[in-house]
């Protein structure tokens, strides 16, 4: 399976700031997500980062909140804008492999916002 | 009704035994079904896939998959300590090709 860099592994940000989350594959794939995991709970689907073209967002999702980037196959970031407390979770980078089904992540970014 | 249930637990099994872990879905026309487990402040990892009726062995660990009964399972044997985690059920839905993640279930092997 790819292997999947995603830094920082984790921040603790002021409320109103901004922190841009890098993902860096060792190849190139077609499907890259970007998922938020709050305490205690399951994976929330983000985006969906379609290189050469703009995100698509699940529902509860906007791009003035989570801008995605990106450039290249084997590269994303996800930022996360004007942070609130409500925003504390942790990011997680996945890509999928062979029919698009088998999802792998990066080892996530813990948010903490004071 | 959720579209993937699972049971929080915790569960707890005693080290040796089967952990038998559970996970229901709504969608009848999903194809395609998952197992990652999560350990304590680490990213999902896959461990089974299943996507046809009936038993998928992998080592200590069986997927069962029910489609009539729209359930999917996951036994591990000779539980492990090393084997405490949360195991998260994944549905890749028919109706829009979303991959559906369950809550998790947190298991606990006792030594």
């Known amino acids: 399976s790819a292997v999947i860099s995603q830094k920082p592994s984790r921040d603790i940000c002021q409320r109103g700031t901004s922190l841009t989350i890098q993902c860096q594959v060792d190849?190139?794939?077609?499907?890259m997500f970007w998922y938020r995991q709050q305490p205690g709970q399951s994976l929330t689907l983000i985006a969906t980062?379609?290189?050469?073209?703009?995100?698509?967002?699940e529902s509860g999702f906007v791009i003035d909140k989570f801008p995605i980037s990106r450039p290249n196959l084997t590269f994303s970031t996800l930022t996360v804008s004007n942070m609130s407390p409500e925003d504390s979770s942790i990011y997680l980078c996945s890509v999928a492999e062979g029919s698009g089904e088998k999802l792998f992540f990066g080892s996530g970014t813990q948010l903490s916002v004071l | 009704q959720k579209e993937v249930e699972q049971n929080s637990g915790p569960l707890s099994v005693p080290e040796g035994a089967i952990a038998s872990l559970n996970c229901t879905y709504s969608d009848r026309g999903s194809q395609s079904f998952f197992w990652y487990r999560q350990y304590s402040g680490k990213s999902p990892e896959l461990i089974m896939f299943?996507?046809s009726n009936g038993d998928k062995e992998d080592g200590r660990f069986t997927a069962q998959l029910n489609k009539a009964s729209q359930y999917v399972s996951l036994l591990i044997r000779d539980s492990q300590p090393s084997d405490s985690a949360t195991y998260l059920c994944a549905v890749l839905m028919d109706s829009n090709y979303q991959l559906i993640w369950g809550a998790g279930t947190k298991l606990i092997i006792k030594p």
């Open positions: 299943i996507y």
């Open positions: 190849s190139q794939v077609t499907m």
């Open positions: 980062a379609n290189q050469g073209s703009e995100a698509t967002y």
